[in-house]
């Protein structure tokens, strides 16, 4: 069983950076793929960016797509996201997640294990 734990939020200005970092715990965490969701206040959580078992395919929502970067080190059990050219739509809990599969996905009912999310805040 693989728990991840998000860290790495934060408030930020328009335009700036942030690096959210996501530490699984268990054996399997370089077996599944790995994602990245959001949700804002209001609003229902929404798929950002999915990384392959390995880490050689990636995928991202429009909405982050050449700004956001997935990446993951299975060594340290770990995936990252990389956030750059933040923007004040972008302020929302962020959740890392395990899939049940290896290769990447954008179902949200394909991911069983959840973190407790990092909060971002993007100011104007």
């Known amino acids: 069983q693989v728990q991840p734990v998000e860290s790495g939020g934060g408030l930020v200005q328009a335009g700036g950076s942030l690096r959210l970092s996501c530490a699984a715990s268990g054996r399997a965490f370089s077996s599944y793929a790995m994602g990245w969701f959001r949700q804002a206040p209001g609003k229902e959580r929404v798929f950002i960016a999915a990384?392959?078992?390995?880490?050689?395919?990636?995928y991202y929502a429009d909405s982050v797509k050449g700004r956001f970067t997935i990446s993951r080190d299975n060594a340290q059990n770990t995936v990252y996201l990389q956030m750059n050219s933040l923007k004040p739509e972008d302020t929302a809990v962020y959740y890392c997640?395990?899939?049940?599969?290896?290769?990447?996905?954008?179902?949200?009912?394909?991911?069983?294990?959840w973190g407790q999310g990092t909060q971002v805040t993007v100011s104007s």
């Open positions: 997640a395990a899939a049940t599969t290896r290769g990447l996905t954008v179902q949200t009912n394909d991911y069983q294990h």
């Open positions: 990384i392959n078992w390995v880490g050689t395919a990636t």
